[in-house]
């Protein structure tokens, strides 16, 4: 990306769609965790930074659950959430729907209303302190069965979440079907939650169609198998349902050899809407600056079509209309201002 294009995605105003609550926290953060719960993860930066280098999916997941064991206590996932809300603001993410995992999380030492409390006070410091307005979609750990379903489904409809917009599903595809979670998902829809399921990320556009046929999917997280079934992009781009993209993840975790082989082109060439994200961007030594930057470099896109993506992401949220419009003009603002100043 020449500079002027990298300025140009620095300064723009942006949403991100994919992107969780404990593999964004910062070397930083996830330092200071370690201090005060001394364990497997290193708190030096050097070694810290090497612990975050993947052999595959399912050493990925091993280190994800390392971290979050970090997140012990009420004060702990206030910091992270709230420091990952500062995070955010330092690159103009002003709208984020981050993906929490209650299920890991949730203790006896732990009770969901102390966790809800938490997340739901980092919420409101974000938007009042940083202007990061954060909601919240509420993941179940697939590895765990339906039991973590139960639970997720309990901790998300059981309690007052003012930020709460969707219900997701993480972790494992293989031997882990969608459809094993249609109730859990048939009751959120029901209540008036969202249908955002990964799939398609580790497997092949089978768990897309399931994440679909059986949950009602509105977004699908990762979803880049559908590369490979012409009659699912079609569909994709027929029915409005947006795929969350996180390019630099699906190579870090050799889901995709290189960028150079990232079927992100396919899938926009096919009209399938695509928001841009980071997944877990500390984790994998991004953040979602450098991925417009690689999206911009796979597509060939100008400060033009980076706006673009930019108002794809807005137009994915599950947001009200006011606030898409407020972002979309602000968006378009900025273009302007850039395009007379250059």
């Excluded at 364990?39 to 994800?64: K, M, N, T």
């Excluded at 709230?82 to 995070?87: C, T």
């Excluded at 980076?306 to 599950?318: I, P, T, Y």
């Amino acid at each position: 990306m020449n500079p002027s294009l990298a300025s140009f995605v620095a300064g723009l105003p942006k949403a991100e769609l994919h992107v969780h609550q404990v593999g964004s926290a910062s070397p930083r953060i996830v330092a200071q965790l370690a201090e005060r719960h001394p364990g497997v993860v290193p708190s030096d930066p050097e070694a810290l930074a090497a612990y975050f280098r993947f052999d595959d999916f399912a050493h990925f997941i091993s280190i994800y659950l390392d971290v979050v064991k970090l997140v012990e206590t009420a004060e702990d996932v206030r910091l992270l959430t709230y420091e990952v809300a500062r995070d955010m603001a330092a690159q103009q993410i002003r709208y984020a729907e981050l993906t929490v995992t209650p299920y890991l999380s949730v203790t006896p030492e732990l009770p969901a209303e102390a966790f809800l409390e938490a997340i739901e006070d980092a919420r409101t410091g974000a938007e009042r302190d940083l202007g990061v307005k954060l909601r919240w979609i509420f993941d179940i750990p697939a590895d765990f069965g339906v039991p973590a379903a139960e639970m997720t489904a309990s901790i998300a409809l059981d309690h007052h979440v003012p930020g709460l917009v969707g219900l997701g599903i993480g972790g494992s595809e293989d031997g882990f079907p969608r459809s094993m979670f249609v109730e859990q998902f048939d009751r959120a829809r029901a209540y008036g939650l969202h249908s955002v399921p990964h799939a398609g990320e580790t497997t092949g556009p089978a768990t897309i169609w399931d994440a679909i046929e059986n949950l009602g999917a509105e977004r699908i997280e990762h979803g880049i198998a559908a590369a490979q079934d012409p009659d699912l992009m079609r569909y994709l781009a027929e029915n409005d349902i947006t795929l969350d993209v996180c390019p630099t993840s699906n190579v870090a975790l050799k889901v995709v050899p290189d960028l150079e082989h990232h079927p992100l082109p396919t899938l926009v060439a096919a009209g399938v809407p695509v928001s841009i994200n980071t997944d877990d961007p500390p984790m994998f030594g991004t953040d979602l600056n450098r991925e417009y930057a690689v999206a911009a470099d796979l597509l060939g896109l100008d400060q033009a079509g980076v706006a673009r993506l930019a108002r794809a992401a807005v137009d994915g949220a599950f947001v009200d209309d006011v606030y898409k419009t407020e972002l979309r003009g602000e968006i378009d603002a900025y273009v302007a201002e850039w395009n007379a100043t250059t």
